[in-house]
């Protein structure tokens, strides 16, 4: 054989492999792994209250331990903000309210069926 005989890496009939997912390209399974899936939320939530120090003396209330679930969070922060009538942010699985609002928050999850500690 003398000829430069050229071949197609990929045969027509599997197609194309992704390098990164390991399924055909046709198939390709990166894409719907773009966005990390949401955690599920769990039937009995447990929620960890803490106390944190920002700068300049204020603090935030921490509502810790929840599922990595951005509209349960979201929803979540929305939902503490108003009943607290102050700040606050979700973060990756938390939810930051200013103020010291431990005891409001502790009364407001349990009525929602939540354990609660801390
Ligand atoms: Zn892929």
Redesign the pocket.
């Known amino acids: 054989m003398t000829g430069g005989e050229k071949r197609l890496v990929y045969s027509s009939d599997r197609g194309r492999i992704?390098g990164?997912?390991g399924?055909p390209v046709s198939d390709?399974?990166?894409s719907s792994n773009l966005a990390a899936p949401e955690a599920q939320i769990p039937a009995k939530i447990s929620a960890k209250l803490s106390i944190e120090k920002r700068g300049s003396g204020s603090v935030v209330t921490v509502v810790g331990g929840l599922p990595a679930n951005r509209g349960f969070l979201d929803a979540l922060a929305r939902e503490l903000k108003k009943s607290c009538g102050a700040g606050g942010r979700a973060g990756e699985t938390t939810v930051e309210i200013q103020g010291d609002h431990r005891e409001r928050l502790r009364e407001l999850l349990a009525r929602k069926g939540w354990i609660v500690r801390g």
Do not use: E, G, V, Y
């Open positions: 992704c990164k997912c399924w390709c399974h990166c």
